[in-house]
């Protein structure tokens, strides 16, 4: 028997696409895509039960069949200078996925690295609680003795927040990606197109994809030739999609950086959708391995295969990136963070309310359209 089935990962930021298969071959991949996949304990210990399968039928149903809407999933980027020894944990990049109900439209948003929270107290790394930046949550919550962190402990932490500041209970799962492993997943569906919607200049990389020199004193701390990117539709390779949706220094800052990303991710879904992987094998090998190499994945009990099963209707089309506006906080002159505007708070409460494609019909200017 033959079904055509689609993968569909999400999670953030890396998807990928099989169709018209032989339905082993697929539950093959799904299988190797559970392996590849590392698989913690993200959220820490809940009173509230992970979901269970349903009791299998006759014929019994796919794996995910009986995930149900809508869902919520938080992801976790994490920059290239968190991943050397030593250096502490910050949540660069913050995004909420929500799925609705029936489980055929998605909506993206991102929250900003400086934006002003209550973080609660958190007994695992003795943290009292405080009122800062979200991005110093992971750091206060992954606190190790010896001064190690923990990723895994600090995402507990940085979910507590989040949901503290959104109104959102429970995360259905929760996802980190390393920056680093974003070069390679991009690189193995054969880079992406993106819309350059203003002109960005990195501060990071040299128009050959070198790393700019450090520099003591030179603008932004690098000197040497910059990477520029400017409007117009173009084709990216790994490094440099990595490198343009990293960009903060430019009109509009980092909100401007957060619409970037989102974009990435609404290319990488693209790009992912038009391939047939299980046609070429050794490019299939490719995205599973620099999927390991990119996320850390936690379903509450449930495996990313039945994530992807569940998921496997949403398209780019029915994907909706939203940016909510915000501005600087300053106190006595210095800056202490971002503040979001009203909009975020029927944002959330739409979402949580599962009405989400009303409130984007009522503010349309903060959809992203390319």
């Known amino acids: 028997m033959t079904r055509s089935t689609r993968l569909f990962i999400?999670?953030?930021?890396?998807?990928?696409?099989?169709?018209?298969?032989?339905?082993?071959?697929?539950?093959?991949?799904?299988?190797?895509?559970?392996?590849?996949?590392?698989?913690?304990?993200?959220?820490?210990?809940?009173?509230?039960?992970?979901?269970?399968?349903?009791?299998?039928?006759?014929?019994?149903?796919?794996?995910?069949?009986?995930?149900?809407?809508?869902?919520?999933?938080?992801?976790l980027g994490r920059d290239t200078r968190e991943e050397q020894k030593g250096s502490p944990a910050h949540g660069d990049v913050v995004m909420i996925l929500h799925v609705n109900k029936d489980l055929t439209s998605a909506y993206l948003t991102s929250l900003p690295r400086d934006l002003l929270v209550d973080i609660p107290a958190f007994a695992p790394s003795r943290f009292r609680g405080e009122r800062s930046k979200l991005t110093h949550a992971l750091t206060y919550g992954a606190r190790m003795p010896g001064g190690k962190y923990d990723i895994a402990q600090g995402f507990q932490l940085l979910a507590k927040t989040v949901s503290k500041y959104t109104g959102i209970a429970r995360f259905d799962a929760g996802a980190v990606i390393s920056f680093n492993g974003y070069i390679r997943l991009i690189n193995a569906i054969g880079g992406v197109d993106i819309y350059v919607d203003q002109k960005v200049v990195s501060i990071h990389r040299r128009p050959d994809g070198v790393h700019r020199a450090v520099c003591r004193g030179c603008e932004h701390g690098y000197s040497g030739p910059r990477m520029t990117y400017n409007v117009g539709n173009r084709h990216m390779n790994g490094w440099q999609a990595l490198d343009y949706a990293r960009q903060r220094y430019i009109t509009g800052s980092d909100?401007?950086?957060?619409?970037?990303?989102?974009?990435?991710?609404?290319?990488?879904?693209?790009?992912?959708?038009?391939?047939?992987?299980?046609?070429?094998?050794?490019?299939?090998?490719?995205?599973?391995?620099?999927?390991?190499?990119?996320?850390?994945?936690?379903?509450?009990?449930?495996?990313?295969?039945?994530?992807?099963?569940?998921?496997?209707?949403?398209?780019?089309?029915?994907?909706?990136?939203?940016?909510?506006p915000g501005g600087g906080v300053f106190s006595g002159g210095a800056y202490r963070g971002e503040r979001l505007g009203g909009d975020q708070t029927t944002y959330f409460a739409a979402l949580r309310a599962d009405k989400l494609d009303a409130w984007v019909k009522s503010h349309p200017k903060l959809v992203n359209t390319r």
């Open 10 to 75: 999400v999670l953030g930021l890396a998807l990928a696409l099989v169709g018209g298969a032989a339905y082993a071959a697929v539950q093959a991949t799904l299988d190797r895509v559970d392996s590849a996949i590392p698989q913690v304990d993200l959220f820490g210990p809940s009173e509230e039960p992970s979901p269970s399968p349903s009791p299998s039928a006759s014929p019994t149903p796919p794996a995910g069949a009986d995930l149900k809407g809508p869902l919520n999933m938080l992801i």
């Open 255 to 324: 909100y401007a950086r957060q619409r970037h990303q989102r974009q990435l991710i609404k290319a990488m879904l693209t790009k992912a959708l038009s391939m047939d992987l299980l046609a070429d094998p050794t490019k299939l090998d490719d995205v599973l391995t620099a999927l390991g190499e990119t996320f850390t994945f936690d379903g509450r009990g449930r495996k990313p295969s039945e994530f992807v099963y569940a998921l496997r209707n949403i398209r780019p089309a029915n994907l909706t990136l939203v940016g909510l």
